[in-house]
């Protein structure tokens, strides 16, 4: 080989390493998320995922770092299992010890989830309720949850938690008395809630139990692991100047 080509091939290397995504170029990246998840995501009318983990992904990834993103919506605990599985490359969420073992974790959060309290209107312990400084407050109340919701897997072990496959499903058990409570983000029940039209039946205790950061996690054998770096920088970027602000305000 002449020196000129091996300057080129040694150049044509440098370049690829490089380059923020690598061997990623001119791939597409496949996110699954929660289908029933509103506002973070769920699947429109059309069929096509919407809210704001698509909203952000969309504005990080694909406008700024370049690369074509595939959103698809499934049940939450198949969408884990297909990132776990290899099947599909990321997904946004609580980043538990179980998950993190299986992904890679952005440093960044997408969003802060502000976990608070639901009640059915009129509960007999509704005073105690909105006096509860800490988790350990509610052992007593039977807690609502769905199946798949990595925070409560975390957080409430030794509760008394009745599960559901969905989230609409805990808040028509709610309303109809068959439970005490719910735990979870209050942007996400709020705009539930409303869908539901559950609105006057079920009440918040804003008492801001946890805050919860959302991140991508990115399967560990993904190629797509490595730009977590690049997606960190260019969040910082865009909360600075308030380009991620203005996509959570949408849905408010």
Known sequence: MTSLKKGLFSSLILLVLWYPWGLSAGETMRV????NFPPFS???ENGKMQGIFIDVLDEVIQNHLGIRLYHEGLPWARAQKMVKDGNADAFVTIPTPERKSYTEVSREPVLISYMTIFTKKGHEK???LEKVNTLDDLKEYII???IGNGWGDKNLTGFRRDLSPRLDTVFR?????????NITDSMVALHRLKELNLQEEIVEIPIVLDEVPMSLCIGKYSSFAHILPEFD???EKLRKNSTLQSIYSKYR
């Open 32 to 35: 699954v998320y929660f289908d």
């Open 126 to 128: 509704l005073n105690a």
């Open 42 to 44: 769920w699947k429109g």
């Open 173 to 181: 058990m709610l309303a109809a008395g068959r439970g005490d409570i």
């Open 233 to 235: 920088r260019t969040m």
């Open 144 to 146: 609502l949850d769905y």
